[in-house]
């Protein structure tokens, strides 16, 4: 058992801590922001590659730096936890095909036809699958979290359509739609991770599995397409997003989901079109209005809401 999985054991005698106490609500939700910051650079890193990288090869090299970046980590674990990864290896199979596999791929597909800032706003619809699939599942999601996503909901869609809520969609935009799909369906999924798998060795089997999927679409799009030329150009990009957006942003937002749910790091995650918006202007130079700034508040006040602590 690695350091991260250990939880304190309560002595004889002695009631164990509530779940609000040994597992922080503040610590769940900083897990979640940081995935969520981190994820916004991955959606800027697509839209920069788009023209250099095939979207298939983007997304394989990225799992195989972030499977190199986790094995000195995980291995060992992974190993010894091997049984266990063996009796639930369907499990395992459905979450890598849904938040490695397919998930990024459709991410740097949609980064072909689809600007950053759209990426990041279509993106936030993925929490609304989220809450939908956690309720689903039982839990009470309650009134103010509820009306904090409904909030945050509206914020994203006068974002997307500025103002007319008519809506005029790229290829790229439908990309990222079934990437939202995707990613609420993989989230809703954790949830659901059998209690003997420890974090990091689900995420690297999971980065293995995913890579594995992807590896004939890969040969595929080499044979087809040709290779890309390894440059500065090139090569930053990958490793951002290969060991900052997948092994440290993947490990923060399973943890995360694990400790406050996937509804409430849902709310979180629509802080993400903002991040976007804000790194797709610095590094990118796409367009940022008053309209797309008063629509961040309405986001950020749904988020606030949607996070909070019920009372």
């Known amino acids: ?24 609500l503040g610590v769940g939700l900083a897990l979640a922001v940081l995935a969520t910051v981190v994820w916004s650079g991955s959606f800027v890193t697509s839209r920069a590659l788009h023209d250099t990288v095939p979207p298939v090869q983007h997304a394989f090299w990225r799992w195989i730096i972030a499977i190199a970046a986790v094995a000195p980590f995980a291995a060992r674990e992974t190993w010894r936890q091997r049984k266990a990864l063996r009796a639930h290896l369907r499990f395992l199979l459905l979450a890598a095909l849904l938040g490695v596999a397919v998930y990024n ?81 993989y989230s809703a999924l954790l949830k659901r991770k059998p209690a003997e798998i420890g974090q990091l060795p689900f995420l690297f089997s999971t980065f293995v599995l995913g890579a594995l999927m992807l590896l004939p679409v890969f040969v595929i ?31 923060a937002w399973n943890k995360a989901v694990s400790i406050i749910g996937a509804a409430r790091a849902g709310a979180v995650y629509y802080l993400q079109p903002v991040c976007v918006a804000l790194l797709s202007f610095a590094l990118l130079g796409e367009a940022m209005g008053w309209s797309r700034i008063l629509c961040m508040g309405l986001i950020l006040g749904g988020v606030v809401l949607g996070a909070a602590r019920a009372r």
């Not at 002695?14 to 779940?19: D, L, S």
């Not at 989220?130 to 103010?144: D, K, N, P």
Request: some cysteine.
């Open 221 to 251: 799009s080499y044979v087809v397409q040709g290779g890309f030329e390894p440059t500065a150009g090139t090569v930053s990009p990958l490793l951002y997003v290969g060991v900052v957006s997948s092994a440290v942003a993947f490990f």
């Open 105 to 185: 791929t459709l991410v740097n597909q949609a980064g072909v036809t689809t600007t950053a800032g759209n990426m990041g706003m279509i993106m936030a619809a993925s929490p609304v699958l989220m809450a939908v699939c956690e309720r689903v599942g039982g839990a009470r999601l309650g009134a103010r979290r509820v009306t904090g996503m409904l909030v945050a909901c509206a914020g994203v869609l006068l974002l997307v359509s500025k103002g007319s809520l008519a809506m005029d969609l790229a290829v790229g935009d439908l990309w990222m739609i079934a990437a939202a799909l995707s990613f609420g369906s």
């Open 1 to 24: 058992m690695t350091v991260l999985d250990r939880t304190p054991t309560p002595t004889r005698g002695t009631p164990p801590a509530p779940a609000n106490v040994a597992r922080p």
